[in-house]
């Protein structure tokens, strides 16, 4: 799934705006456990919701900023109300009127990273809850059949469902990160 999710990044280049940095810091989250498994540590999760609060702190500014246009075309809207505008004024008009639709694009764009990141965090929960429930079978399977309690069934029976459920849901979050990287 990461790697899905790392090609559909790579497609769209002006996603992310340290892509390569994004994806260096994924390989390097990665490190090996004593049973030689790969082990994800907290440095991805910590990047990922470091870029979050970085885009929200963006998008406040990007805010104000455009609390300052929006005051200012009013004002100068409301000093024109006659009909009568001077060069200087149209101009003026102008710029701010660009200035507005730019800003507006540019909160578009981190509201959109932000949604990437935000599945891509969810992603890594849901890998993380799909490990933990893999194991928890994985031992419960190990145990024959005829030696199982009752309890021991129904706990493997709610653990396959529970599992069948997460793929689903991770399976939700790459469809849903490929249709915003087509936006």
């Avoid at 280049?13 to 490190?31: A, C, H, M, W």
């Avoid at 009752?150 to 469902?161: A, G, H, M, P, S």
Wanted: no cysteine; hydrophobic share 30%; glycine share 2%.
């Amino acid at each position: 799934m990461i790697a899905e999710s790392k090609k559909s990044l790579r497609k769209n280049q002006n996603t992310l705006p340290d892509k390569d940095q994004v994806d260096l810091k994924r390989e390097n989250s990665q490190t090996i456990n004593e049973n030689g498994k790969s082990q994800e540590t907290l440095i991805g999760t910590e990047y990922v919701n470091q870029e979050i609060i970085n885009l929200k702190s963006k998008q406040k500014e990007l805010d104000e900023q455009g609390n300052e246009l929006e005051t200012q075309l009013r004002f100068l809207m409301k000093s024109n109300s006659d009909g009568k505008k001077s060069d200087a004024d149209k101009e003026l008009e102008d710029v701010l009127l660009k200035k507005w639709f730019l800003l507006v694009n540019q909160k578009n764009a981190l509201l959109h990273q932000q949604q990437e990141l935000e599945i891509l965090q969810n992603e890594k929960n849901l890998e993380k809850r799909h490990e933990i429930l893999t194991n928890q079978l994985r031992n419960l399977m190990q145990i024959e059949d005829y030696k199982k309690t009752d309890d021991q069934k129904k706990t493997e029976t709610i653990l396959f469902n529970e599992l069948i459920s997460l793929v689903n849901k991770r399976n939700d979050l790459v469809t849903q990160l490929d249709e915003e990287n087509k936006l």
